[in-house]
């Protein structure tokens, strides 16, 4: 036990990163859900332009690390001369990121929808818009909800990467007790364990709700 | 300045340089996983404390980020007295969370053949043997191709983390490149171009070879 | 009531409709019959716009639904969407699959249009709801979700939605085809009671002894078109085309034991 002394004096420091974390993963979903839907809507619904465009937008977060714009967004913002500090900044790219990868979770949740829902809305004599509201969007956000919710412990994981571009949360937390108490072992599991204990609670849930979403009311 | 030409063609060939430490563990990674993945999901079938440890292992490698993993392969190891090379434990941590995910598709893939195809199978009088090799590995094949491509996609992506822990990989080399010179949008572009030339060739790898066996079939 | 005229759809090269026309007067019950593949189920789907259709036009009590024609240009031209969702209103429509809204329960699904398309206030629209669905007898199952329903409970209460929205006339397409065969009575009883109240119906079936039972007029459809029609008696037991006794023959061979 006497090795996970470190660990002891360093805890609460751990937690205050994981507050942090909580914080940046927080700000990040609500955004990168809204354009999520947004582009899920657009790809499904929109034009030829407003398709291409979002396939484009895809392909290009999809093949591109997060860490590598995460880095130059940290370089770039200076630059730009936009003042946005460094925490809303890196949000921005997470969400942004993160939108992608949310619009095609709700774009198979939207497409995976029978045919026959849309055919029996229409021909209730429901406007598109009305349609969406009451029958598409209430199912395909239901049939989303699993995916969604392990999207979210990924980001929560992601997180960790803007220790690298000098932003402090758990991670970058984790690595100063480190390189006050030589003890690098202990801390990062100690690290590990706040990160599992979030992450597996979202997994929890979202297999929670996926067994929900399998067995109906 | 941007776009600058003399700049650009040094540039290119240290990128390149990098980038062939990113193929490389890329490379690596996905061959290891796919055999290592597949260990862990047969544990994971059996019955009994094989079968717990393997779940233990999916679940704790799944929801704690990479970059701790890292940390504690590369810092951990070396303070307890085994040190390894930022290469090997880069490509260590890589395996180990990438088995995870590695697991879980085949879990997914071997679920997917439903219980009517081992009933008609044996229904024909196969052996074990024929059993698998003619009825139920193809078609775990056919359905874990789409989502091994995703993975290979997104480990190309994680190899980028490895610049943190000093591996001269792409993103390592951007970033050194990126302090030591102004133009940060010339090494932005190269950096991201290289990603994505990388991830596509892995995007249309996988339709290729999901072409042949739709072809098979 | 209902006016189809000269209705032709291809999906790419295929001809499903090939200049269909039909009329069907207030109060009446036409059924459809026909090979499968023969065009009746697209001829339906037509009806509600539910696809669009190259050419030809129909009306509902002489409002046309999906395409209005320009009188000065001679041409055809497809109406907005609000337009069309507006004249769906007035035309019903019970499909082979449910297609029950799975979020609601069965109260809410029949009452979810006429509270939200047409505005009918919650109290007035729930008590017709309940009404309606007392009236296909399943006065017990208003809060059941439709999971928890077998088949037959399903699509009475599809009946029931579709009914909600009092549209003058009622399309059913094929809503016994998916159902167990012990839950095929419910419903022909649930719409053999619609008729006999004076809905005016279009059905499309493969039930041979209902569709003599409930039709005023038999039509059968071959190929994209109208072959032949009439009276039920006169279509099933004296028909003047061959393809029609054809088709009556392999029906029988088939069900006969």
Redesign the interface.
């Known amino acids: 036990m006497k090795e996970f002394a470190p660990l002891l004096h360093g805890y609460w420091y751990l937690l205050r990163g994981a507050g942090m974390t909580l914080l940046m993963a927080g700000a990040a979903i609500l955004p990168a859900t809204a354009c999520g839907i947004l582009l899920a809507m657009a790809q499904v619904f929109g034009n030829r332009f407003a398709r291409s465009a979002v396939v484009g937008y895809l392909f290009i977060v999809r093949g591109i690390p997060l860490l590598v714009l995460l880095t130059f967004t940290y370089y770039l913002l200076p630059l730009t001369g936009i003042d946005l500090p460094p925490f809303w900044g890196v949000v921005l790219v997470m969400a942004l990121y993160y939108a992608a990868f949310m619009s095609e979770v709700f774009r198979a949740g939207i497409l995976s929808l029978p045919q026959g829902q849309w055919d029996a809305a229409r021909s209730l004599g429901m406007t598109r818009r009305l349609m969406l509201q009451i029958v598409i969007f209430p199912q395909a956000l239901r049939l989303a909800s699993p995916p969604f919710v392990s999207l979210c412990a990924n980001l929560v994981k992601a997180t960790s990467l803007v220790s690298i571009v000098g932003l402090w949360e758990l991670t970058m937390a984790s690595r100063e007790i480190v390189e006050r108490t030589l003890a690098p072992f202990q801390i990062f599991l100690g690290a590990a364990a706040i990160y599992f204990c979030i992450c597996y609670t979202l997994a929890l849930y979202g297999r929670y709700l996926e067994s929900r979403v399998l067995h109906g009311h | 300045m941007p776009f600058d030409l003399h700049f650009i063609a040094r540039l290119i060939p240290a990128l390149i340089e990098g980038a062939e430490v990113t193929v490389e563990l890329a490379i690596l990674t996905f061959a290891i996983c796919l055999v290592w993945g597949l260990i862990v999901a047969l544990a994971n079938s059996t019955r009994g404390p094989l079968s717990w440890f393997a779940g233990a292992y999916v ?2 490698v ?8 890292m ?2 392969v590369y ?3 070396s ?2 007295g085994f040190g390894l090379s930022g290469f090997a434990s880069g490509l260590l941590a890589l395996c180990i969370q990438n088995g995870g995910y590695v697991a879980e598709i085949y879990r997914g893939g071997l679920q997917a053949v439903s219980t009517r195809q081992y009933e008609a199978g044996r229904a024909l009088g196969m052996r074990r043997w024929t059993l698998y090799t003619v009825v139920i590995i193809p078609q775990v094949v056919a359905r874990i191709v789409p989502p091994m491509t995703n993975q290979a ?1 997104s480990i190309t ?2 190899t ?2 490895v ?2 822990i000093a591996v001269m990989d792409m ?1 390592k080399v ?2 050194v490149w ?1 302090e030591s010179s102004a133009n ?2 010339d090494v ?1 572009l190269g ?2 171009i290289i ?2 030339v990388l ?2 060739v892995a995007s249309v790898a996988g339709k290729l070879f999901e072409r042949r066996l739709a072809f098979a079939q | 009531m209902l006016e189809v005229a000269d209705v032709s759809k291809r999906f790419g090269t295929l001809e499903v409709l090939r200049g269909v026309s039909l009329s069907v007067a207030p109060g009446e019950v036409v059924v459809v019959i026909g090979p499968s593949g023969s065009g009746k189920t697209t001829l339906l789907r037509c009806i509600n716009l539910l696809e669009d259709y190259e050419r030809g036009t129909v009306t509902v009590d002489g409002d046309p639904i999906g395409y209005r024609l320009d009188r000065r240009a001679g041409q055809r031209v497809r109406m907005s969407e609000r337009e069309i969702a507006a004249a769906r209103e007035n035309v019903g429509m019970v499909f082979q699959s449910f297609n029950l809204f799975p979020h609601m329960n069965a109260l809410q699904n029949v009452m979810a249009a006429p509270v939200r398309v047409k505005g009918i206030p919650r109290a007035r629209a729930e008590a017709r709801a309940r009404e309606l669905l007392t009236m296909v007898g399943l006065s017990d199952k208003v809060a059941e979700y439709p999971v928890r329903l077998s088949g037959g409970q399903q699509q009475r209460v599809a009946i029931a939605r579709a009914l909600a929205m009092d549209p003058k006339i009622m399309l059913f397409d094929e809503v016994t085809s998916a159902l167990d065969p012990e839950l095929v009575g419910e419903v022909l009883a649930a719409m053999q009671q619609l008729a006999r109240a004076g809905m005016t119906m279009v059905v499309v079936t493969h039930e041979m002894s209902f569709a003599r039972d409930i039709a005023d007029r038999i039509v059968f459809m071959d190929d994209g078109l109208v072959v032949e029609q009439g009276k039920p008696d006169q279509l099933l037991f004296s028909p003047a085309t061959d393809r029609v006794r054809a088709f009556l023959k392999r029906y029988n061979d088939r069900y006969r034991i």
């Open positions: 679940q704790i799944r929801n704690t980020p990479l970059l701790i993993q940390y504690i810092f951990g190891f303070m307890a996609i992506k994680d980028s983390q610049a943190a993103m951007a970033q990126v940060t949008y932005f950096v991201a990603y994505l991830t596509s």
